[in-house]
């Protein structure tokens, strides 16, 4: 079985880099998924208490038989559940959905920065890690001032920051704010939701060049960049395949190729100008 790397966060936990997300996945398919992950080797899952399947990811870590200690869950709390008190229940529901007594890493999804709350959000995961409840907090679609203003609140620097990230939408400037202040990049999206990034003729070109997919060759342009990733898929063969991808290594020059696609291009919203509740 394959050994999934790991990446040393913030505060000395570690983290496989690449897990399996679960984003668009309907509650009733997740737990065979998830199952379908664990088994060809995934430790870690990624869900989001709006993607409705925290159940089903539960279910099928329940019954997988791994040891608690060998696996790796993050969820996101939603933006309608932002603000002190609002985020402790949220965080309870999701903690009863997924049938677990601690989460590994926590994020707040998105800023929604109209709203104003997401400093007081950050201050009840700053609670949430001070009391063991989850080991790792971090967040999500975060922009370097969202950052600072709740590094400077609080003095507790996210883990981790996961952003939409893939060679069309290489966010350099982002990635350089969070080496600067240990943040680990994880990225979502990381095949640009497949269709038109995976059929680009210059990933082809580099696929062939090595006797992949162009799926694989994303993946591993993001690995040895350092981000963490967590590519979906449902369809067994494929989630088989995005976790072979730890036997061949990208030249420099063919990872520069795939880093010159980027256009600056979003699947998803702008973390800026999103306030959806
Ligand atoms: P992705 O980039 O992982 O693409 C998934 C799609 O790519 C699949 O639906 C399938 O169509 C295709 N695909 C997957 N493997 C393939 C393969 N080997 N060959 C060909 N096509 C393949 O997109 P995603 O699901 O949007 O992102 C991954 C994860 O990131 C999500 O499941 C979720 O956990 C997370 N996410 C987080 C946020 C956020 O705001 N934090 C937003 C979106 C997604």
Avoid: C
Avoid at 44 to 60: L, M, R
Avoid at 106 to 116: F, M, N, Q, S, V
Wanted: charged share 20%; proline share 6%.
């Amino acid at each position: 079985m394959t050994a999934v790397p790991t990446v040393t966060l913030n505060n000395g936990v570690t983290m496989p880099q690449l897990g399996f997300g679960v984003f668009q996945v309907p509650d009733p398919e997740t737990a065979a998924a998830v199952s379908h992950a664990l088994e060809v080797g995934y430790r870690s899952i990624d869900t989001a208490a709006i993607y409705g399947n925290e159940v089903g990811v539960g279910q099928a870590l329940a019954s997988s038989g791994i040891a608690r200690d060998d696996l790796f869950v993050t969820t996101k709390l939603w933006n309608s559940e932002q603000g002190y008190d609002a985020t402790l229940r949220a965080f309870d529901a999701s903690m009863d959905k997924l049938k677990l007594d601690y989460l590994d890493l926590y994020l707040i999804h998105w800023p929604t920065p109209a709203r104003g709350l997401y400093t007081d959000t950050w201050k009840a995961f700053a609670k949430l890690a001070a009391d063991g409840r989850v080991r790792s907090v971090g967040v999500s679609n975060f922009q370097p001032n969202h950052l600072t203003e709740i590094v400077e609140a609080t003095g507790l620097v996210p883990a981790v920051n996961q952003v939409e990230l893939h060679p069309r939408l290489t966010q350099e400037p982002l990635r350089a704010f969070h080496a600067e202040h240990g943040i680990v990049t994880e990225a979502w999206s990381p095949l640009g939701q497949g269709k038109g990034l995976l059929d680009d003729p210059a990933i082809a070109a580099v696929a062939a060049k090595y006797d992949r997919s162009p799926a694989q060759v994303v993946l591993r342009w993001h690995l040895q960049l350092g981000n963490v990733v967590i590519p979906k898929s449902v369809t067994p063969s494929r989630i088989a395949e995005n976790l072979d991808v730890f036997d061949f290594e990208l030249a420099d020059a063919d990872v520069a190729a795939l880093s010159a696609l980027n256009v600056d291009s979003r699947v998803g919203p702008d973390p800026d100008t999103n306030n959806e509740a």
